[in-house]
């Protein structure tokens, strides 16, 4: 277990809390144990360095998580500049936050379909150059946070939007359908033999298809010798997911019997109608979060890795920004509200599921 926050922490998080209610006389809600103290396994949360000043974020991400996953200052979009240098200042700024607060490390992403960067695209076709500038960037990335990274999405979301097959992009056009995702696993392990190498997925909860095919390509991968040492399930969910799925996804992936990473967990209410009320909606929410709990706990200890959020407070959410559309109402997808208040959700994973 990590070594939980100090006194002064924990004081801080209680007068941030106590802060959250606007100082005005609403009932304040009932005092909240550190979650990286309550629950079992760890939990994470993603960060950015833009919210490295706002004390409130600072304070309920050192007294609630347990592990940081750069949000997308260790992608390749970010560490990655054209003309083919590397740019570490802000993930080097996260990791020593997170060395600071005693909470793991996690890299993501290596190898995604979504970031073909321009300093390989200048490569594509020219296999020999290819080959090498891919394991250079993979060994360049995964060395420098050898020791302090507790594991890597090598491979993210490898599977075709309808589940049909694979992606095809600038990786698979110049190494290979699988040959790419073995070689990052391979040039991972290489790099840094201590960490975990996680294959990452989303939509295995709601999308079969998706689900069948990733399980496949997980046998497929370790049929040809590629190091993958966990799987994620990312879990973005809707109110309108059924919880049964949930627990039939871990405990698929489970049936490798590697560690298994819930790890960009958010649950976005945007599903349901507008005009429902905001307490149905978030106990709908906190339902769903107490069956990620519960499809964890079902799951042997050695195998729960860790329970990540996509994010601290409803408003520090993607799904507040363009990818999450322009809805009547902003979305609510976290633990947290936008004025830093535990919401149901956040008691269904500490154990107290709100009334
Ligand atoms: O903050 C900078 C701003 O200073 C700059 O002017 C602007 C234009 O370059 O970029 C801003 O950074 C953006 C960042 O989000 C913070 O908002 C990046 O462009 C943008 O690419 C980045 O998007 C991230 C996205 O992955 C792509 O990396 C999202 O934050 C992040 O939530 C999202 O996370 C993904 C997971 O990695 C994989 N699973 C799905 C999940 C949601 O899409």
Not at 5 to 33: F, K
Not at 63 to 80: A, D, I
Not at 244 to 253: D, F, G, K, Y
Request: hydrophobic share 40%.
């Amino acid at each position: 277990m990590n070594p939980s926050p100090d006194r002064r922490s924990l004081l801080l998080s209680a007068l941030a809390l106590a802060s959250c209610a606007g100082g005005d006389t609403r009932a304040q809600s009932a005092p909240v144990r550190p979650l990286r103290e309550t629950l079992p396994f760890p939990i994470g949360t993603a960060i950015m360095t833009g919210q490295l000043d706002d004390s409130q974020h600072a304070v309920l991400t050192r007294t609630h998580f347990s592990q940081l996953t750069p949000e997308w200052e260790l992608k390749m979009e970010y560490v990655l500049q054209a003309d083919g240098s590397y740019r570490f200042d802000a993930p080097d700024r996260l990791a020593a936050v997170a060395q600071a607060n005693g909470q793991r490390f996690y890299g993501t992403t290596l190898v995604w379909y979504s970031q073909e960067n321009p300093a390989f695209q200048a490569l594509d076709g020219r296999r020999d150059a290819f080959v090498s500038a891919y394991r250079h960037y993979i060994l360049q990335v995964c060395r420098r946070y050898a020791g302090r990274a507790v594991a890597w999405d090598v491979v993210n979301e490898p599977v075709a939007e309808d589940g049909a097959g694979l992606r095809t992009h600038l990786w698979s056009r110049n190494l290979g359908e699988v040959g790419h995702m073995v070689a990052a696993f391979r040039h991972a392990e290489e790099a840094d033999p201590a960490a975990l190498r996680v294959l990452n997925e989303y939509h295995l909860e709601s999308r079969p298809a998706k689900r069948a095919t990733l399980l496949r390509l997980t046998e497929r991968l370790l049929a040809a010798d590629a190091p993958i040492t966990c799987l994620g399930t990312q879990t973005h969910l809707g109110l309108d997911q059924d919880p049964r799925q949930i627990t039939e996804t871990l405990r698929l992936l489970g049936g490798f019997g590697l560690p298994i990473h819930v790890s960009e967990l958010d649950i976005s209410v945007q599903a349901a109608s507008p005009f429902t009320p905001v307490a149905e909606l978030l106990d709908r929410q906190a339902r769903l979060a107490g069956a990620v709990l519960e499809a964890l706990m079902a799951l042997p200890e050695r195998q729960r890795f860790a329970l990540t959020l996509w994010g601290v407070r409803d408003r520090d959410s993607w799904l507040r920004g363009p990818a999450g559309g322009r809805p009547l109402t902003p979305d609510r997808p976290l633990l947290f509200d936008d004025d830093g208040q535990a919401k149901p959700a956040f008691h269904a994973l500490a154990g107290r599921a709100r009334s």
